[in-house]
């Protein structure tokens, strides 16, 4: 066997992609399988972004090395987004654009965590975190959450896993498996504490324009200076514009965090991509036409699919107020289906109703399975059909 790092050891692959990888797999095999695994927008990316990056590749300004942190254009873009729709105020030299938020939250963690320093995750949590954190020798440290709380962590649930060692809270709202957004009120009272102890807030803002059914985010950085100073928000063109496939995300932040990140991405990374940036720089400084589509298409089928999700037999949820997942308790379904666990029951979801979905180990909650709902409503319905005739079959 050839050999591998033990730091390897500590960290397994995203599940997420690895259903995803199963269910391409399978229908390559030529299985009629409908996919709720992904967590990307069906729609396309908007025509005027990708003219931005042909342009920019065909007029020769994408072809070569950019500077570490990005184009300056684009950086400035980034500020001025802040700037007008949250009302926050910063310089380019507080950002770094990275190869999508994935891998500013890996270069944050490298650039802030020393071996045995904690962090605060709120459970569930999206899965990449928690390898992450492992990876930079941090330690997880996770607070667990509740539908009956609509799976939001207070600041007593946080104080009672504090120690001299939290370093950082990782805070992502609207959240990525439940769809739940934290309203101001609690990221001010969540703000406050983290900075009378000195915590870092990681603000996974990635999800922030998909709300729906008059909930709204709210920026960490826009409730206080104070919150502002000690808070790094990672975002990112992915799910907004329909942009995963071209990979570009940012932190913006304390000015010192931020420089140690390019310094780090200069020896990792080198730049994100040329055209992508280019690309990215036409999305956020467009005039958001396509976000505003992209929500209004979220949110008709998320009102749409609910309804059909909470009638199956054993399904228990809470109804989600942004992103594009709806977290599901399935042990009920599972027993009734003769299932000894949830994974059990996903993977037989896959393989006999030929719907695939994504286990909720992964994301720290065993009982629950998450749908993606990143399809038109004709499949969406097809696939709760699917699941409704497995369950009648299995009972
Ligand atoms: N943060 C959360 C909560 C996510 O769900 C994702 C993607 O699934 C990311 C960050 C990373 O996004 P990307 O690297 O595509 O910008």
Request: charged letters at 25%; one cysteine or more; glycine letters at 6%.
């Amino acid at each position: 066997m050839f050999r591998i790092s033990k730091r390897m050891s500590v960290i397994e692959e995203s599940p997420t992609l690895a259903t995803s990888a199963k269910v391409k797999e399978m229908k390559e095999k030529g299985k009629d399988i409908i996919s709720l695994t992904v967590g990307e927008p069906d729609l396309e990316t908007p025509k005027e972004v990708k003219d931005a990056a042909v342009a920019a590749i065909l007029d020769n300004r994408a072809n070569h090395y950019t500077p570490t942190a990005g184009i300056m254009p684009l950086r400035q873009a980034i500020v001025d987004y802040h700037k007008k729709y949250d009302k926050i105020e910063y310089e380019a030299s507080q950002v770094i654009v990275t190869e999508g938020a994935k891998n500013a939250l890996y270069t944050l963690f490298q650039v802030i965590l020393d071996p045995g320093d904690e962090v605060l995750i709120p459970s569930p949590y999206w899965v990449s975190y928690t390898e992450q954190v492992k990876l930079a020798e941090g330690v997880n440290v996770l607070v667990t959450s509740t539908p009956e709380n609509q799976f939001k962590v207070t600041v007593a649930d946080l104080e009672s896993k504090r120690t001299e060692r939290t370093t950082a809270l990782v805070l992502n709202s609207p959240n990525n498996p439940t769809g739940t957004v934290y309203t101001k009120k609690e990221l001010e009272a969540i703000g406050n504490w983290a900075v009378e102890h000195g915590i870092i807030i990681v603000a996974d803002e990635i999800y922030y324009n998909l709300c729906y059914n008059g909930n709204e985010a709210v920026s960490m950085a826009s409730i206080s200076d104070r919150i502002k100073e000690q808070t790094i928000i990672i975002n990112g063109v992915s799910k907004s514009y329909a942009m995963t496939g071209w990979r570009i995300g940012y932190a913006i932040g304390n000015k010192q965090v931020i420089s140690k990140m390019i310094e780090l991405s200069s020896h990792s990374t080198s730049n994100p991509a040329g055209p992508s940036q280019y690309a990215a720089l036409a999305a956020i400084s467009g005039d958001q036409k396509f976000v505003t589509e992209l929500r209004e298409t979220f949110e008709k089928r998320l009102n749409y699919f609910y309804p059909l999700v909470e009638k199956i037999p054993g399904f228990k949820v809470t109804k989600p107020q942004g992103a594009f997942y709806i977290f599901a308790n399935c042990k009920e379904a599972a027993e009734i289906a003769g299932y000894s666990s949830v994974s059990e029951f996903a993977l037989a979801l896959i393989e006999e109703a030929q719907v695939a979905v994504v286990a909720g180990e992964g994301f720290g909650f065993s009982d629950y399975i998450r749908i993606s709902y990143t399809l038109e409503e004709k499949q969406l319905k097809e696939a709760v059909n699917r699941i409704n005739q497995f369950m009648e079959k299995k009972t």
